[in-house]
């Protein structure tokens, strides 16, 4: 099983719960996510950010800290994710043998 990846941010921010953030956890998304941001709103921007949130743990009242260039790289790992990409190469780490899958 591959490590779990982190989005490292530039620009570390205090959450609205008053917590340190100078990284953020990667979770893969599933089929059950895409359908409750669907429920939630059918505005596309705010249903990205939905999932923005859901992937990184976020509130979407924290994601709206986020300066520009960390919401870029979150953008950019959720854009790769919806691809099946590699995660960690868009990370800029390696993967591992046996972690052909690019899980998190």
């Known amino acids: 099983m591959a490590d779990k990846l982190s989005i ?9 719960a008053g917590v340190k953030i100078n990284s953020l956890p990667i979770t893969r998304l599933k089929r059950k996510d895409i359908s409750a941001a669907q429920a939630y709103t059918k505005d596309e921007h705010v ?9 990184t743990g976020l509130t ?3 994601l709206m800290d986020l300066d520009i260039a960390d919401n870029q790289k979150i953008v950019e790992v959720f854009r790769e994710m919806a691809g099946g990409g590699d995660l960690a190469a868009i990370l800029g780490r390696s993967t591992v043998a046996g972690a052909e899958d690019a899980a998190v």
């Open 8 to 16: 490292p941010l530039k620009f570390p921010f205090t959450s609205a």
């Open 47 to 55: 249903l990205e950010d939905f999932l923005l949130a859901k992937m």
């Open 60 to 62: 979407i009242e924290d």
